[in-house]
């Protein structure tokens, strides 16, 4: 199972502890904030992120603008912004997009690819909801599911 964030803004809910509890990889599609962010994930369970146009790259220089893994023989394509995708999806293999930027959470399949966006974790904004996924891998068969948070 993967726990599925972005857009934290340098804000980790407390929520995420127990929503992210028996993962076995998270990721992180960038706008992190700050790298407490991913130290404090990378306690819950292994985490690969991705930076996004809000994070500053001088203090993360060791975080890429996209990241290919693979989970469960499917391979995932990790980016901030769909938008800036600059691979060919379908000859790279790729079975599931995982993206941020718009903090809108949202899952749709571009022909067999699916593209998941978990929304935004961090700040709330205008009136968009806070929410993070989970996506299950059994039998061959990709599950994304959208976790909502209420705002405290």
Same mark, same amino acid.
């Given at each position: 199972?993967?726990?599925?964030i972005?857009?934290?803004h340098g804000?980790l809910?407390?929520e995420?502890?127990d929503?992210?509890d028996g993962?076995?990889?998270?990721?992180?599609?960038?706008d992190?904030?700050?790298?407490?962010?991913?130290t404090?994930l990378n306690?819950i369970?292994?985490?690969? %992120?991705v930076?996004?146009?809000?994070?500053?790259?001088?203090f993360?220089d060791?975080?890429?603008?996209?990241?290919?893994?693979?989970?469960?023989?499917?391979?995932?394509?990790l980016?901030?912004?769909?938008?800036?995708?600059?691979?060919?999806?379908s000859?790279?293999?790729?079975?599931?997009?995982?993206f941020g930027?718009?903090h809108?959470?949202?899952?749709?399949?571009?022909?067999?690819?699916l593209?998941?966006?978990p929304? %935004?974790?961090?700040?709330k904004?205008?009136?968009?909801?806070? %929410?993070?996924?989970i996506?299950?891998?059994?039998?061959?068969?990709?599950?994304?599911?959208?976790?909502?948070i209420?705002e405290?």
């Open positions: 199972m993967i726990g599925v972005s857009d934290t804000l809910r407390e995420v502890f929503l992210f993962v076995d990889l998270i990721l992180h599609a960038g992190i904030g700050n790298m407490e962010i991913i404090s306690n369970a292994k985490t690969v %992120s930076i996004g146009n809000t994070d500053n790259y001088y993360m060791n975080i890429s603008k996209t990241e290919h893994i693979r989970f469960e023989n499917k391979y995932i394509y980016i901030h912004n769909v938008q800036e995708i600059d691979i060919n999806l000859s790279a293999g790729v079975n599931l997009v995982v930027h718009t809108q959470p949202d899952f749709f399949y571009d022909k067999d690819i593209f998941f966006n929304g %935004s974790a961090g700040p904004r205008r009136d968009l909801p806070i %929410s993070v996924g996506i299950e891998i059994a039998e061959g068969k990709i599950t994304p599911k959208i976790k909502y209420k405290t």
